[in-house]
């Protein structure tokens, strides 16, 4: 099977990066480091809005709260990676691929329809993470960094398949998977139109 096709059978994207974009990122290091660690970041702060949004989501709080301590852990992680190469954590940027699926999701609605957004969104970003840095694990040149974006990917892994199930819980399979396809066709689109650089991770 080949690696695009892998991807899509196992994470559903509809689009596979380019896997030029690895050498774009080898060549941008400090960028694509600073990046990974502001995802990661946000990502933890993101978990922390959920469970003060739904506190009474007993299986969301039980799943997400694990999630929190190992994003924060994460951002430490690279932060460390960083250091040990002498390079130094950039700004952050305005993240332009989260930003148009915020756009994306649909306004108004329930209570509960806001959370079918909220956690389709959660499980395509960790999604296209999983999915790129599994090419970075593949293909970059430092034996090191192979390794240390294989344990990402993962990490990533888990995550998205744990958001797309909280999804389908408590939207319930149909609903949660007609509007999952929607994002995904979405996602591809819009994939399609960012040109190729080395300096984000999405």
Same mark, same amino acid.
């Given at each position: 099977m080949s690696e695009s096709l892998k991807s899509k059978t196992t994470l559903g994207?509809?689009?596979?990066t380019d896997p030029r974009w690895v050498n774009l990122a080898e060549k941008s290091l400090q960028d694509i480091l600073t990046d990974h660690a502001y995802c990661e970041q946000k990502a933890a702060s993101t978990c922390i809005s959920l469970i003060t949004m739904y506190p009474e989501k007993e299986e969301l709080l039980e799943e997400?709260?694990?999630?929190?301590?190992?994003?924060?852990?994460?951002?430490?992680?690279?932060?460390?990676?960083?250091k040990?190469?002498? !390079?130094?954590? %950039?700004?952050?940027?305005?993240?332009?691929?989260?930003? +148009?699926? &915020?756009? =994306?999701?649909?306004?108004?609605?329930?209570?509960?329809?806001?959370?079918?957004e909220k956690l389709l969104t959660c499980a395509l970003i960790?999604?296209?993470?999983?999915?790129r840095f599994r090419l970075l694990?593949?293909?970059?040149?430092?034996?090191?960094?192979?390794?240390?974006?294989?344990g990402f990917m993962v990490s990533e892994a888990g995550?998205?398949?744990?958001?797309l199930r909280l999804a389908k !819980?408590?939207? %319930?399979?149909?609903?949660?998977?007609?509007?999952?396809? +929607?994002? &995904?066709? =979405?996602?591809?689109?819009?994939?399609a139109t960012f040109s190729a650089t080395g300096d984000r991770m999405h």
């Amino acid at each position: 099977m080949s690696e695009s096709l892998k991807s899509k059978t196992t994470l559903g994207l509809e689009l596979p990066t380019d896997p030029r974009w690895v050498n774009l990122a080898e060549k941008s290091l400090q960028d694509i480091l600073t990046d990974h660690a502001y995802c990661e970041q946000k990502a933890a702060s993101t978990c922390i809005s959920l469970i003060t949004m739904y506190p009474e989501k007993e299986e969301l709080l039980e799943e997400v709260m694990p999630v929190v301590t190992e994003e924060w852990g994460h951002f430490r992680l690279v932060i460390a990676e960083l250091k040990k190469r002498n !390079l130094t954590l %950039g700004r952050q940027r305005k993240d332009e691929y989260v930003h +148009e699926l &915020l756009k =994306f999701q649909k306004k108004g609605g329930s209570y509960e329809d806001r959370l079918l957004e909220k956690l389709l969104t959660c499980a395509l970003i960790e999604a296209r993470s999983c999915e790129r840095f599994r090419l970075l694990s593949l293909h970059i040149s430092d034996p090191a960094l192979r390794e240390f974006y294989h344990g990402f990917m993962v990490s990533e892994a888990g995550h998205y398949k744990m958001f797309l199930r909280l999804a389908k !819980l408590y939207a %319930g399979e149909e609903k949660a998977s007609k509007r999952w396809r +929607e994002y &995904l066709e =979405f996602e591809a689109g819009l994939m399609a139109t960012f040109s190729a650089t080395g300096d984000r991770m999405h």
